[in-house]
């Protein structure tokens, strides 16, 4: 078994709002990688950067999803980076997997300048743009569903989301 849908996406996308919402709506637990390795190693996914480097994110980012793309009956998300992983990569074929897509500027937007977000310190429209530009096509290779939440609600775009799982 497995989740009902994975959302997947760059920082600023939507994904833990619209995972709230849906699981709402569907009424089923939400669950986030980012969380999960945040909590699992008792501290922000900013220090761990900071403490042991990206690699080490990296490791405890994976374990996670492997862990939660076993869960069967919830909504979850993964973090930003989680796809650069071929074995994530792999291991998603099969489930529900949406993209949720968004521009640039609508995601600097979003995102503004968040110390939280380690790999987006320094200008964060650039290291945006860079680490987008090179995501892009590795979300689009594990999505069934694409779906851009520039200028929609929330509302909007799990409603989009929720006529694709019908």
Known sequence: ?????VLVGP????????????????QIPHRDTDADVEIGAGKPISDIFVDAG?????????????AALTDTGVVLS??????????????????????LDVSL??????????????????NVRTQLRTLMEARRPLYAEVAKLTVVTDGKTPDVIAAEILEHLA
Do not use: C, Q, W
Not at 1 to 5: C, D, W
Not at 54 to 66: D, K, Q, T
Not at 105 to 122: D, F, Q, Y
């Open 11 to 26: 920082p600023g996308s939507g994904k833990s709002t619209i995972a709230a919402l849906l699981a709402e709506r569907l």
């Open 54 to 66: 990206e690699e080490a994110f990296r490791s405890l980012e994976r374990a996670a999803i492997v």
């Open 1 to 5: 078994m497995s989740p009902v849908v």
């Open 78 to 99: 993964l973090g930003g980076g989680a796809i650069l992983d071929p074995a994530t990569r792999a291991d998603l074929a099969g489930h529900n997997v949406v993209y």
């Open 105 to 122: 500027t609508e995601a600097a937007k979003r995102v503004g300048m968040s110390v939280a977000r380690p790999l987006l310190l320094g």
